[in-house]
């Protein structure tokens, strides 16, 4: 069976991704898809000693790694535009929202979640947006949320990602009219690393340049 076409086929060479989350899950298999097919990779994370080992060993470059600080993400946006002199893409990942009934959820974990986690992906986006405006050239903008969005009953990570969704959609609507595009990415339970990197990044390229406000989801059982 065709594997598809090779991560340099997605049209990314020079440019600046801006990847905001941790250094696990898929995070890895992301930057080195991005990495990859041609584009410089920031990497901000809660870690940035493991997110400078991270991008130490990805392909091409130069690529750049730093702290990230929850409660300043338009500093992120600014480091990445620093480093690379633009920014085309960011990829926005899931905090982690917990297992607990939203009628059980304390303020506390409201507070932490909603007003932390939530308004500081917002608050990326809208930074990243303003950024990607001022290039006059477009961007990509991927929101990557777990399933629980797409279900009821499931507590402050449901309000998170559906949130998130949300998000996505309104942002496509706004910044669609300076070319710039926003998506969501759902990865689902059975969705590999691999699987969610190769999706986040065709929504991060050019081939998904008439794609806007769409939510992909990953999760369906692997071929192979």
């Given amino acids: 069976m065709n594997s598809g076409p090779s991560p340099a086929a997605l049209g990314l060479s020079g440019r600046v991704a801006l990847v905001v989350g ?3 899950g898929l995070v890895p298999e992301l930057c080195a898809v991005l990495a990859a097919a041609g584009a410089r990779v920031v990497l901000a994370a809660g870690d940035g000693a493991a997110a400078r080992a991270l ?12 702290s990230h600080d929850i409660g300043a993400p338009e500093a992120a946006v600014a480091a990445a535009v620093a480093f690379g002199g633009r920014l085309d893409i960011l990829v926005t990942l899931a905090g982690e929202g917990g297992e607990t009934g939203l009628a059980q959820a304390s303020d506390a974990a409201w507070d932490a979640v909603i007003g932390g986690s939530l308004r500081g992906r917002y608050m990326l986006c809208r930074a ?3 950024a990607m405006k001022a290039m006059g050239d477009g961007g990509r903008i991927v929101v990557v949320a ?3 969005g797409m279900a009821s009953a499931r507590g402050l990570a449901g309000v998170e990602d559906g949130g998130a969704l949300t998000m996505a959609r309104s942002f496509a609507r706004d910044l669609g009219p300076h070319g710039i595009g926003a998506n969501a990415l759902v990865a689902g339970p ?3 690393a691999i699987d969610g990197a190769r999706a986040a990044v065709f ?3 050019p081939w998904a340049s008439y794609v806007a406000g769409h939510a992909l989801v990953v999760g369906g059982a692997p071929m192979r």
């Fill in 55 to 66: 991008v130490a060993g990805l392909p091409g470059g130069p690529h750049a790694a730093r």
């Fill in 128 to 130: 990243a947006g303003e």
């Fill in 146 to 148: 777990g399933d629980a």
């Fill in 203 to 205: 929504l991060a390229s």
């Fill in 22 to 24: 941790s250094t696990n």
């Fill in 190 to 192: 059975g969705a590999r």
